[in-house]
């Protein structure tokens, strides 16, 4: 859904994410953010470097 998509660019890959699920996703005390990705329609994983056994992951949206 366009309204809810969210276009990020890592290391010129662009990737489409959902802002809702990117949002939820999201540490609330984070403050430093470790990002991977192995392409555009890899997931994201999205690392805090204080809790180095935490990962999450957010699965991509195909962009048009």
Same mark, same amino acid.
Not at 12 to 36: H, K, T
Not at 52 to 63: A, F, K, N, Y
């Given at each position: 859904? +366009? +309204?809810?998509?969210? &276009? !990020?660019? $890592? =290391? =010129? &890959? +662009? $990737?489409?994410?959902?802002?809702d699920?990117l949002l +939820?996703?999201?540490p609330?005390?984070? =403050?430093? $953010? &470790? !990002? @991977? $990705?192995?392409g555009?329609?890899?997931? !994201?994983?999205?690392?805090d470097p %204080? %809790?180095p @056994?935490d990962v %999450?992951?957010?699965?991509p949206? %195909?962009?048009?």
């Amino acid at each position: 859904d +366009e +309204e809810t998509a969210t &276009v !990020l660019t $890592l =290391g =010129g &890959v +662009e $990737l489409g994410v959902n802002r809702d699920f990117l949002l +939820e996703a999201l540490p609330v005390d984070a =403050g430093q $953010l &470790v !990002l @991977g $990705l192995d392409g555009p329609l890899a997931p !994201l994983a999205i690392r805090d470097p %204080r %809790r180095p @056994g935490d990962v %999450r992951m957010v699965m991509p949206i %195909r962009l048009a």
